[in-house]
């Protein structure tokens, strides 16, 4: 059986997730389950969180906590995220867990053994946000073109990668699609970025300024881990990498489909940092990173101080929870940013499920009540082929899923357009034969599409098949006003 490991973006936890946070989760369980479901393939499906960050120890102090009482709250409306949006992750790793702190420790020293760390002073300017040290050049008007604000200046002894050894390395693995980059703009995006040259990076900070949170660097206690050679260990440490334990082998080592599903924002950790870091452990590098663009709202970028925060539970709470999962995946593009809003969420609901999905349910399953329709597996397969199956596997092995189910949505579109073609109502009262071939080749259709939903809205395929079975009307999807 083929493998295949698949991995989110670890999230910090200053703050509850939002609707950005959400929709990388359903993206990443919509290719996980079509892995599991679909191909039948041995699929481990990772998400977690990011809990030694500054970030996180600013955040406390500014909420009157203790850290550790902070990230454990914050923590819990992450982990809430795989009932309300029914994600099927295997495991939830955080990064305060011991035998993640075992594992980026020991990458750490493999790393120290192959000569590429070493300590100096440095001063450069740092963005909490990103957590990240900044370059002049990577500045718009003195700021952090990511979070808008000024860096802080940062003059410390702290431990450097030497990234730059690994230069020519990452470009033939980028190049030759061994670590393959999508969409593949973002290919060439890494390849430009690596050809302006790769400079050595801070991998630590001192303990003082770390405040005494995160993970200690091995022999050295005046230095704590720079949160992102922590945090990126995490896809191997929640695989129990410290102890080479039967996980970490079968997923990591023994398998071909090592894929990170991430926002473009941390690109270059995923494609560049981390491989040069497993290269220098002598460990294998992702085989695949899938890179999404951002959800605003109402054109804007996701902010607090703005007040435009959509929290995932209030999408569910309107929609349901396929309904908040079909947003999120249709309002995400492939290639270009998604933007929502409550007016445009209505609108498409009502359009694409209510209208659409909802209805095509509806008027089946009433028409077949009094007729006993049965089909074979190859009839159903056939169904399966007419119904687009084949373009719609194509694209979620691309990881455009917002292609997938827009092609998707086209065939329900159809269905219901071949009923109002059809007029199956006249041919009940008119032509039996006729009736009952047009509503068997309904059916079928039907029974594909809820085959082929099942990575998007679990919960509304099962629906589907079971009213096929049942020959009982439901209301799939309640238009909302």
């Not at 083929?2 to 993206?27: C, L, M, R, S, W």
């Not at 191997?236 to 894929?259: C, P, Q, S």
């Not at 607090?304 to 929609?319: A, C, H, S």
Request: with cysteine; net charge negative; charged share 30%.
């Amino acid at each position: 059986m083929n493998k295949f490991y698949i991995t989110t973006a670890i999230d910090y936890v200053n703050a509850k997730p939002h609707v950005g946070h959400a929709a990388e989760k359903v993206q990443a369980d919509v290719l996980a389950r079509y892995h599991r479901e679909v191909l039948g393939e041995d699929t481990y499906f990772l998400s977690g969180s990011d809990e030694n960050s500054l970030k996180n120890v600013q955040g406390a102090k500014k909420a009157g906590k203790t850290v550790e009482d902070f990230v454990a709250e914050n923590v819990g409306y992450f982990q809430d995220l795989k009932k309300q949006l029914n994600l099927s992750y295997d495991y939830f790793i955080r990064t305060t867990e011991p035998r993640h702190f075992a594992g980026a420790q020991k990458m750490w020293k493999l790393m120290d053994e192959a000569g590429d760390l070493y300590k100096k002073e440095y001063k450069g300017f740092y963005c909490v946000g990103c957590e990240e040290f900044k370059m002049e050049k990577d500045l718009v008007e003195g700021k952090c073109p990511e979070h808008n604000c000024e860096p802080e200046v940062v003059e410390e002894e702290n431990y450097f990668f030497r990234l730059s050894r690994y230069q020519d390395k990452l470009k033939k693995l980028i190049e030759s699609d061994a670590i393959q980059i999508l969409p593949s703009f973002r290919k060439k995006e890494m390849l430009s970025f690596i050809d302006q040259g790769l400079e050595d990076f801070s991998v630590s900070r001192s303990r003082k300024r770390a405040e005494n949170w995160g993970v200690p660097v091995p022999g050295d206690e005046e230095q704590i881990m720079y949160v992102w050679v922590d945090a990126l260990s995490n896809y191997i440490t929640a695989l129990d990498y410290a102890t080479e334990g039967d996980l970490y082998k079968k997923y990591w080592l023994e398998n071909e489909n090592r894929v990170h599903v991430i926002g473009k924002g941390i690109l270059r950790f995923h494609c560049i940092y981390w491989p040069a870091m497993l290269l220098s452990a002598g460990l294998p590098v992702p085989t695949k990173v899938f890179s999404h663009e951002y959800l605003t709202i109402d054109n804007k970028k996701i902010s607090k101080t703005l007040g435009n925060v959509i929290e995932p539970q209030e999408i569910v709470d309107k929609f349901g929870m396929d309904g908040a999962r079909y947003l999120l995946l249709a309002s995400l593009p492939y290639r270009s940013d998604g933007d929502i809003s409550w007016e445009k969420m209505t609108e498409k609901y009502n359009a694409d499920l209510a209208n659409g999905l909802g209805n095509l349910v509806s008027r089946i399953v009433k028409l077949s009540e009094n007729l006993d329709i049965t089909y074979t597996d190859q009839e159903l397969l056939e169904a399966l082929i007419k119904n687009n199956e084949a373009e719609i596997k194509h694209s979620l092995d691309e990881f455009d899923i917002e292609r997938a189910l827009v092609l998707l949505m086209l065939r329900v579109r159809e269905a219901n357009k071949f009923i109002e073609e059809n007029k199956p109502w006249e041919l009940a009262k008119n032509d039996a034969a006729k009736f009952a071939e047009v509503m068997k080749k309904l059916n079928l259709d039907l029974a594909a599409i809820a085959r082929l939903l099942v990575p998007f809205l679990p919960d509304a395929a099962n629906k589907i098949k079971k009213v096929l079975a049942d020959k009982e009307a439901i209301i799939l999807f309640q238009r909302i006003k």
